[in-house]
């Protein structure tokens, strides 16, 4: 059974439809987002994967509706709830941000304001989203700020384990280490309760303790407010421990779409198969890990037919010259091949 829409299950929260994101450059079209398809069911942990350049982050913003110039949205859906972001106005987009779907960025050092402190930052959201009244001040008095506020900023930022929070609260973005700034930005996420949490690379910046502790953090928010969460990730292990299903993304489209047992048990597409076998393994001998050859290509001359053809160690005639269809392989297994004609 070919198709090119997600497939339906359980109480979706997000059904994104044919989602198309270009940008328009001065030497080409860059197609970054090429005809997306895939759902989130609400409370589960879905990974979205795939190397650098693939087009993760371009999905993400496209979905919070953040996709600036030269970029723009050329169609398709993203149905929130049932209702399409894409046709929402900036207004009431700016209300659905931080309040029903927030982000985790990936480079806490560019996402803060450096002259704010971070306890100011994340006061910020509940303010964009809440009426909050200031504590009546007399003109010779400082402003006092509203205790109800700083004590939920407080609460919040115990919550995902930054020590002291009224001090650290105080501090500018320069003034903490990237470990702690992970968790600020994880913190103004939060906040505002969101019904969906988009998590991009949320371990990068920070050294390996920092990151078991953030992907726990994670897991057991996930667990305990049955949130829906959308991981942007290049570490499948990570997929492995945290997500229910893996979305893998290459060259602006999802070419596999399945829950993560049968995925990891048996992988469909050959790129998925060339990601798994690239990542080390206690038996793996030293000097003989498997790479997949070449590199992403560039989205302005993406390769006719099948655009990962160029690295496909099974690819054939019709890979060079259709583009594959979306294929229904057991229950609920989506891959993008033409092996599977």
């Given at each position: ?55 993760k982050t371009a999905t993400a913003l496209s979905i919070m509706r953040l996709i600036e110039s030269p970029g723009r949205i050329e169609g398709g859906k993203v149905l929130f709830k049932g209702e399409d972001l894409l046709a929402k106005s900036p207004a009431e987009m ?60 407080y609460q919040v930022m115990e919550a995902v384990h930054i020590p002291n929070p009224p001090v650290v609260a105080t501090a500018y973005p320069h003034q903490l280490s990237g470990g702690l700034l992970q968790r600020v930005l994880i913190a103004m996420a939060l906040i ?150």
């Amino acid at each position: 059974m070919a198709g090119h829409k997600a497939m339906s299950r359980g109480n979706i929260l997000l059904q994104v439809e044919d989602l198309s994101t270009y940008f328009h450059t001065a030497e080409g079209v860059v197609k970054a987002v090429d005809g997306v398809s895939f759902s989130l069911e609400a409370g589960e942990m879905t990974g979205l994967v795939g190397e650098s350049g693939c087009g993760k982050t371009a999905t993400a913003l496209s979905i919070m509706r953040l996709i600036e110039s030269p970029g723009r949205i050329e169609g398709g859906k993203v149905l929130f709830k049932g209702e399409d972001l894409l046709a929402k106005s900036p207004a009431e987009m700016r209300h659905i941000r931080g309040k029903e779907i927030a982000m985790i960025w990936q480079d806490p050092f560019a996402a803060l304001n450096p002259v704010q402190t971070v306890g100011e930052q994340i006061a910020e959201v509940v303010k964009a989203h809440e009426p909050v009244q200031v504590d009546g001040w007399l003109p010779w008095q400082r402003r006092r700020r509203n205790t109800a506020l700083w004590q939920r900023v407080y609460q919040v930022m115990e919550a995902v384990h930054i020590p002291n929070p009224p001090v650290v609260a105080t501090a500018y973005p320069h003034q903490l280490s990237g470990g702690l700034l992970q968790r600020v930005l994880i913190a103004m996420a939060l906040i505002g309760e969101p019904t969906l949490l988009i998590a991009d690379e949320p371990t990068t910046a920070v050294d390996a303790t920092i990151q078991v502790q953030i992907l726990q953090f994670l897991k057991q928010l996930q667990a305990e407010r049955r949130m829906t969460i959308l991981l942007i990730t290049h570490n499948l292990g990570i997929v492995a421990r945290l997500c229910r299903r893996v979305l893998v993304m290459y060259a602006g489209k999802i070419v596999e779409d399945a829950d993560v047992y049968s995925f990891f048990r048996q992988p469909l597409h050959p790129y998925s198969r060339g990601l798994l076998q690239s990542i080390p393994r206690r038996e793996t001998k030293r000097g003989t890990l498997p790479t997949i050859p070449g590199s992403v290509p560039n989205l302005i001359h993406v390769p006719a037919g099948c655009a990962f053809h160029p690295r496909c160690p099974e690819a054939f005639a019709p890979c060079t010259a259709e583009e594959p269809k979306t294929y229904a392989v057991g229950e609920g297994h989506l891959v993008k091949c033409h092996l599977f004609a």
